[in-house]
């Protein structure tokens, strides 16, 4: 009697199983083409600066923007100056840096500094 109802229990409890099994693979692969459609999740490259950083002047202070001076300090970051100072620069102190824009050719910009 005890295997008969178990027997029984199987062939109504199997199938049922199998239609959740078959329901679970589905709503995955709906999960799976909906995540490869979606733009959002896309990466896309970071945005390149439109605009060099501001300059900080005298005594710290955040002067308004100028194009000469931000090119001049990102030329000075990029080609540091090759001479080496003899006496070493204490934090505290300021190095002031002047630079000027020649245009020497129509369209070509020469940066003095």
């Known amino acids: 009697v005890e295997g008969v109802a178990i027997g029984t229990i199987g062939v109504v409890a199997k199938p049922v199983v199998g239609v959740f099994d078959a329901f679970t693979h589905a709503s995955q692969t709906v999960h799976d083409l909906a995540k490869s459609a979606n733009v959002l999740e896309k990466r896309y490259q970071p945005s390149l600066k439109l605009r060099l950083p501001y300059v900080f002047g005298p005594m710290n202070i955040l002067t308004p923007f100028d194009a000469a ?11 540091p100056p090759k001479t080496k100072l003899k006496r070493r620069i204490h934090k505290g102190k300021e190095i002031l840096v002047h630079s000027e824009v020649l245009n020497m050719e129509p369209g070509v910009e020469t940066y003095a500094i």
């Open 69 to 79: 001076a931000a090119r001049s300090l990102y030329l000075l970051n990029i080609f």
